[in-house]
């Protein structure tokens, strides 16, 4: 029964029954509506009937198609289409249950006269029925038609769609060049001596030039006065009475 029912999911038959389901509905309800103005044609009474059960029935199996094919693109849809899709699925669920119902009445207006009083309101009912299963049919087409749901188009929009809903992260900062601040002075610790710094040692200072020697007179036993000179005026001193040169 498994390897059955994987089979028709591989069908895809969903959109195909649903538009039985909508023709056959439609029709049912417009035949007996026709069949109310002509009451001597009892055939568009009974055929009103078979259409309306028939149109029962295939409500029921556009909702087991509806949810095989739900869950099969649940995963790719998001935001919108995602919402329109559990409104579809919300209609879908409840319109089978109403055209049940609407079947089992019509048959027992055909078939118990008791009933019969109840035709006006049935077919109320039925149109308005009718109008839900149009605007049913408007949702499955806008998901078709909109987001692409059951088509390639939206494998191929997918992976965009998740990445244009992935949670928006902030830029990278672009990259600039860190300039290091000029490192300060080594500053001495808590504990360190404040007494100045030692002077370099002589080894480490450049040689200073010395200034050129110049002769210098002794200053050793200079006289007070000059010698006296013996003889005549012109006469020249001895060498020792003359001072000495270093």
């Known amino acids: 029964m498994q390897g059955v029912i994987e089979l028709l999911k591989s069908w895809r038959l969903h959109p195909v029954v649903d538009h039985f389901t909508v023709a056959l509905i439609l029709i049912a309800i417009v035949t007996d509506l026709v069949a109310s103005l002509a009451s001597s044609r009892l055939w568009l009474r009974y055929m009103a009937l078979t259409l309306m059960v028939l149109g029962a ?66 077919l109320l009912v039925a149109i308005v029925a ?54 300060p002075a080594t500053a001495p610790s808590p504990g360190a001596s404040l007494a100045p710094p030692a002077p370099a040692s002589p080894t480490n200072q450049a040689p200073v030039p010395s200034p050129a020697t110049t002769p210098s007179v002794s200053t050793g036993s200079t006289p007070s006065s000059p010698p006296a000179v013996s003889g005549s005026a012109g006469a020249a001193t001895s060498p020792e009475s003359q001072p000495t040169q270093l």
Do not use: C
């Open 57 to 122: 029935a295939a409500a029921f199996g556009s909702n087991f198609t509806g949810g095989w094919e739900a869950h099969r693109v649940w995963d790719n849809l998001d935001g919108p289409a995602k919402d329109l899709l559990k409104r579809h699925a919300w209609w879908g669920d409840k319109l089978p249950w109403v055209f049940g119902a609407l079947a089992v009445w019509r048959l027992g207006l055909q078939f118990f006269g008791f009933l019969a009083p109840s035709r006006f309101i049935y």
């Open 130 to 183: 009718g109008g839900a299963i149009l605007y049913q049919g408007k949702l499955g087409g806008d998901l078709v038609y909109d987001y692409g749901v059951g088509t390639a188009l939206l494998s191929q929009t997918a992976p965009a769609s998740a990445a244009t809903t992935a949670p928006a992260t902030p830029p990278a900062p672009i990259p600039t060049v860190y300039v290091p601040p000029p490192s």
